[in-house]
């Protein structure tokens, strides 16, 4: 049967070429490189931001800081490396900060917005309370060469790490009739220095050569700390009782 003129232009109106179907495609391409660079340039723009923040950030020697209870101010597990400005301010892992150079920090966004906009090299007056006791002292921030620096050192002195016999993840306590915490022992090594020294698993942990511990991080960061074969005083709750136990540490 024949196919009229008009019958045929139908027909080969229906079909695309070729070249419209890679018009189609290259249209295709070029909308979603336009939707992907519009949400990955933000990103790379906020990581830029982010790297030059860290560069020109103030440090203070802790790993992060957390937002203590009824934005009381801010605390922190633990202090690191050795050396560093909240260790030569003498805080400790538990202590809460609640005013820097005489701002008041309720939140760690302020904290970590106040250290971004501190000069690195500057003196601040810490104010922070510590079982219960309002106290003061002074930090000096570093900047984040530096604070890779001492922590390098730290991980590569030759003396090594001390090994206490106890690598638990304890638990924060309150001592009775005080304000004051301490951690928990979960479980001692047998015949390694703590258990030759005679720490029983259940002992309170509140001093480790004369630091006071508040948190099982700053014990374990204490620990690694101490110099091999050294002699430390440690102090426990044991049923209510003070004891001071020394310790030959031995190395990791």
């Given at each position: 049967?024949?196919?009229?003129?008009?019958?045929a232009?139908?027909?080969?109106?229906?079909?695309?070429?070729?070249m419209?179907?890679?018009?189609?495609?290259?249209?295709?391409?070029?909308?979603?490189?336009?939707?992907?660079?519009?949400?990955?340039?933000?990103?790379?723009?906020?990581v830029?931001?982010?790297?030059?923040?860290?560069?020109?950030?103030?440090?203070?020697?802790?790993?992060?800081?957390?937002?203590?209870?009824?934005?009381?101010?801010?605390?922190?597990?633990?202090?690191?490396?050795?050396?560093?400005?909240?260790?030569?301010?003498?805080?400790?892992?538990?202590?809460?900060?609640?005013?820097?150079?005489?701002?008041?920090?309720?939140?760690?966004?302020?904290?970590?917005d106040?250290?971004?906009?501190?000069?690195?090299?500057?003196?601040?007056?810490?104010?922070?309370?510590?079982?219960?006791?309002?106290?003061t002292?002074?930090?000096?921030?570093?900047?984040?060469?530096?604070?890779?620096?001492?922590?390098?050192a730290?991980r590569?002195r030759?003396?090594?790490?001390?090994?206490?016999?106890?690598?638990?993840?304890?638990?924060?306590?309150?001592?009775?009739g005080?304000?004051?915490?301490?951690?928990?022992?979960?479980?001692?090594?047998?015949?390694?220095?703590?258990?030759?020294?005679?720490?029983?698993?259940?002992?309170?942990?509140?001093?480790?050569?004369?630091?006071?511990?508040?948190?099982?991080?700053?014990?374990?960061?204490?620990?690694?700390?101490?110099?091999?074969?050294?002699?430390?005083?440690?102090?426990?709750?044991?049923?209510?009782?003070?004891?001071?136990?020394?310790?030959?540490?031995?190395?990791?």
């Amino acid at each position: 049967m024949a196919v009229s003129p008009s019958g045929a232009m139908r027909k080969r109106k229906k079909r695309m070429s070729g070249m419209s179907w890679m018009f189609i495609v290259l249209i295709v391409f070029f909308v979603a490189a336009a939707g992907f660079t519009a949400i990955i340039k933000p990103i790379r723009q906020n990581v830029r931001v982010q790297i030059a923040e860290s560069r020109s950030k103030s440090y203070a020697g802790v790993p992060s800081f957390d937002t203590a209870e009824n934005g009381a101010g801010v605390t922190f597990d633990n202090v690191e490396p050795p050396g560093s400005p909240a260790d030569k301010a003498g805080l400790v892992g538990g202590d809460i900060i609640t005013t820097v150079d005489g701002q008041a920090i309720h939140s760690d966004d302020e904290m970590n917005d106040l250290m971004v906009r501190t000069p690195i090299g500057k003196t601040l007056d810490v104010v922070y309370l510590r079982d219960g006791e309002t106290k003061t002292t002074k930090l000096t921030t570093i900047s984040r060469g530096e604070l890779d620096s001492l922590t390098s050192a730290y991980r590569s002195r030759p003396e090594g790490r001390g090994q206490f016999g106890y690598d638990g993840e304890g638990e924060r306590v309150a001592i009775a009739g005080t304000k004051m915490f301490g951690v928990k022992l979960d479980e001692i090594q047998q015949s390694r220095p703590a258990d030759l020294a005679g720490v029983k698993t259940g002992d309170v942990v509140i001093e480790f050569d004369g630091i006071p511990i508040r948190t099982p991080e700053e014990l374990l960061s204490r620990v690694r700390r101490a110099l091999p074969y050294s002699t430390i005083n440690l102090v426990v709750m044991r049923d209510g009782e003070r004891l001071e136990i020394p310790v030959k540490m031995g190395k990791q």
